[in-house]
């Protein structure tokens, strides 16, 4: 299974963008990009998942780098209700398993 | 509509004692997983299924067993508690289609003393 690496830590300001980044080199072209995070106390829940191409939803958007080694979670307005571990996920969809394995993830400290 | 459904939420176990934390989900979902989250770590997959009747091991599945008897449940059971399974369980389910999210329950706090 491929393996992505994010910073442990990152503070932000309330009402401001945040660029939660990770590094996935060995991503293979069949890996699919996820980003679930983990509210205190709570499971984890999904926020944006891509491919190849730039994706934007309701909650935030996912920016891919053309040679898929690394990519962006953008949160374009941080409130404090965004403080969360962060975790950055490939997922192979062509292996059969369809497991998602955890990293440590990105805590994100939202500051008022 | 009520999503993946643990129970129970929290439990207090002696060692060498067996239970069976459970897990349902109403959306229809082929695949259901199970994992463990240690304090200041990430989630460490125990099991997981594709399907009713097929499981398989994941990262740390010594320990524990499971099984997929309905599409709809996917309990976990430890055979004979110790004090290194204390942690908080999560169970997730989606589909396993291209383009999927996966729905994860409240977690189970487990303590074994």
């Known amino acids: 299974d491929a393996k992505t690496t994010q910073p442990n830590s990152m503070e932000s300001n309330e009402e401001e963008p945040v660029h939660l980044p990770c590094n996935h080199s060995?991503?293979?072209?069949?890996?699919?990009i996820h980003w679930y995070r983990q509210l205190p106390s709570q499971g984890p829940e999904y926020v944006i998942h891509?491919?190849?191409s730039n994706v934007n939803n309701r909650m935030a958007s996912l920016a891919i780098a053309e040679d898929r080694k690394s990519s962006t979670l953008i949160l374009h307005r941080a409130t404090l209700r965004d403080a969360a571990v962060y975790y950055c996920?490939?997922?192979?969809?062509?292996?059969?398993?369809?497991?998602?394995?955890f990293g440590t993830g990105t805590r994100l400290k939202v500051l008022a | 509509n009520a999503g993946v459904t643990q129970t129970p939420k929290f439990q207090v176990l002696k060692t060498g004692q067996s239970m069976t934390l459970q897990c349902a989900q109403d959306?229809?979902?082929?695949?259901m997983s199970w994992y463990r989250q240690d304090p200041g770590m990430g989630l460490r997959l125990i099991h997981y299924?594709?399907?009713?009747?097929?499981?398989d091991q994941g990262e740390v599945p010594n320990g524990y067993n499971v099984s997929r008897s309905t599409t709809e449940d996917f309990p976990l059971r430890l055979l004979s508690a110790a004090p290194s399974q204390t942690s908080v369980y999560f169970c997730?389910?989606?589909?396993?289609?291209?383009?999927?999210?996966?729905?994860f329950g409240q977690g189970t706090r487990l303590t074994v003393v």
């Open positions: 997730a389910s989606s589909f396993t289609g291209v383009n999927t999210e996966a729905f």
């Open positions: 060995t991503i293979s072209g069949t890996d699919y």
């Open positions: 891509g491919l190849t």
């Open positions: 996920i490939l997922r192979d969809l062509t292996s059969g398993t369809y497991k998602y394995i």
């Open positions: 959306m229809n979902h082929e695949y």
């Open positions: 299924s594709v399907g009713a009747g097929i499981t």
